[in-house]
Structure formats: C-alpha cells, structure tokens
C-alpha cells in the first residue's frame, strides 16, 4: 500500500469515527445525557477534523494541535466560514469542563445545540474533502 493509499485508509476510518461519534452523541441526547453528548459531538468533529487535515498531510498528537490546525488551516485560509471555527473550539471546550472539571451538568438544551453543531461540522468536513 502506497503513502496515499494508507493516508486516504486512515482519514476514510476517521470519517467512520466521526458518523458512529454523532449517532452515538445523538443517542445520549436523546437519553438525557448531556455530558457523554457533549463528549461524543466533540469527537465527532475531532474525527471529521483530523480527516480532512491528513489530507493536507497533517496529522496531530494532541486535541489542541487539532482545534489550532483548524483554525489555521481551514478558517484563516478561507476553506471553511469562521462559524466552522467556532464550533469546534467551543465544543472543544464544552467537551474539556464536561470531562475535567468538577460536579459539571449539561443539560438537555445545550447538549441537543452541540449534537446540531456538531453535525453540522462534520457534513461541512466532509463537504471540504470531497473538494
């Protein structure tokens, strides 16, 4: 198998992550669940992301390289609208205080708001590496 070829596997899977991370995001809304909600909307986009940018031969070891390499790489260079930016970054951080910080509810409200986002992004990733 190629570089290529190993690279579009591996982004190919990454997409996969992606759509079973929102279905799941979506279960966990619907379950009331807003915190693993929040987690599985942020990975979602996390997946999308990290697909799209191996593309670009980018690929990181850590989330926040990812949520910078987005902004960098996707919003100040006109591929995606500033708004695809936003998203990311804020459930990047919904998704850091549900995971690390102490006695955190989300509740039912929000958490539907990250999954539409996060659904959003994704089909904009995948918009963007179709191109």
């Known amino acids: 198998m190629t570089y290529d070829e190993a690279r579009e596997k591996l982004a190919g899977y990454w997409l996969e992550l992606a759509d079973e991370s929102l279905a799941s995001a979506r279960?966990?809304?619907?379950?009331?669940?807003?915190?693993?909600a929040t987690n599985r909307s942020?990975?979602?986009c996390f997946y999308a992301a990290s697909a799209v940018l191996l593309r670009d031969n980018l690929k990181f070891a850590k989330h926040s390289?990812?949520?910078?390499?987005?902004?960098?790489?996707l919003v100040h260079t006109g591929r995606v609208d500033a708004r695809f930016g936003r998203i990311y970054s804020s459930l990047f951080d919904a998704r850091q205080e549900a995971d690390y910080g102490d006695l955190v509810q989300?509740?039912?409200?929000?958490a539907a708001q990250g999954v539409q986002a996060?659904?959003?992004?994704?089909?904009e990733m995948k918009r963007l590496r179709t191109r």
């Open 27 to 36: 279960s966990e809304q619907l379950a009331g669940r807003g915190h693993f």
């Open 42 to 44: 942020y990975y979602a």
């Open 65 to 73: 390289a990812v949520r910078d390499a987005v902004h960098q790489h």
């Open 106 to 110: 989300i509740d039912t409200r929000t």
């Open 118 to 123: 996060a659904a959003e992004f994704v089909a």
